[in-house]
């Protein structure tokens, strides 16, 4: 199925972004529970927001109230409202909606990650350069990153961001393009004990076909994420 606009137009009414975010996450996440050894890894997704951020004032039940102030023994427990801060100053509470894979044994490792863009992530400088870095953090720990950004509100290209903040080659930048789809995967060289990154950038263009885009897992194979068919379960799930 083509590439829908989730930001203009009648897609916008019948199938905004936070919903088909949701969808296609959990689309990803069977598609790769169905796909990967199933004695090795696992598949989970996580969306949050800013909304997930502690209020500023707490909000306790009525009832409650009087025991949160003086405890059980009298005491002072916990405080409805914090007192004032010595300092105070700005912070970027980033929205994520990503699918992680993990093994299962052990402590299930994280080895790879795909991040699902939001127009926040690309909104403001701040915002960017912390989904940039989350990226790079990834990458340096060895874990397999896959972008997907069919954002089309915002033109910001977050590989761009992201292959200068590591230092990429030339070549391995996009056209100014709103919407692609990219893969990273970290590799070791034994022959010549080089640490590498290989990326796979690919433009997303609305009324095309989505491109499948490798994922490397960190230890693991290198799985070629079907992003077409989870988008069409995606779609037909919502009931567009």
Not at 89 to 95: I, K, L, Q
Not at 132 to 142: E, F, H, I, P
Request: charged share 20%; hydrophobic share 40%.
């Amino acid at each position: 199925m083509p590439l829908l606009d989730h930001f203009h137009g009648d897609t916008q009414d019948d199938l905004p972004w936070p919903t088909m975010t949701m969808a296609w996450a959990v689309a990803i996440m069977g598609w790769l529970n169905r796909t990967l050894p199933r004695g090795g890894y696992i598949a989970l997704t996580d969306i949050r927001t800013w909304l997930q951020a502690e209020a500023d004032v707490a909000e306790y039940r009525q009832d409650d109230t009087e025991a949160a102030i003086h405890g059980r023994n009298g005491a002072v427990a916990t405080l409805v409202e914090a007192p004032s801060a010595l300092v105070t100053f700005a912070a970027t509470f980033p929205e994520e909606a990503v699918i992680e894979i993990r093994e299962r044994r052990g402590g299930r490792t994280l080895v790879g990650v795909i991040e699902l863009v939001s127009p926040a992530n690309k909104d403001r400088a701040t915002e960017r350069e912390s989904f940039v870095a989350k990226c790079v953090a990834y990458l340096r720990r060895g874990i397999g990153v896959v972008i997907v950004d069919i954002v089309t509100t915002r033109h910001a290209n977050l590989h761009n961001e992201l292959m200068q903040a590591i230092g990429g080659p030339e070549p391995q930048l996009m056209p100014t393009t709103p919407t692609y789809i990219s893969g990273y995967r970290p590799v070791h060289r034994r022959a010549t004990h080089a640490n590498e990154i290989e990326a796979w950038p690919y433009p997303a263009t609305v009324g095309q076909l989505i491109p499948a885009v490798p994922l490397g897992l960190r230890g693991g194979p290198i799985v070629l994420i079907d992003l077409e068919a989870t988008y069409m379960t995606a779609i037909e799930s919502t009931g567009l």
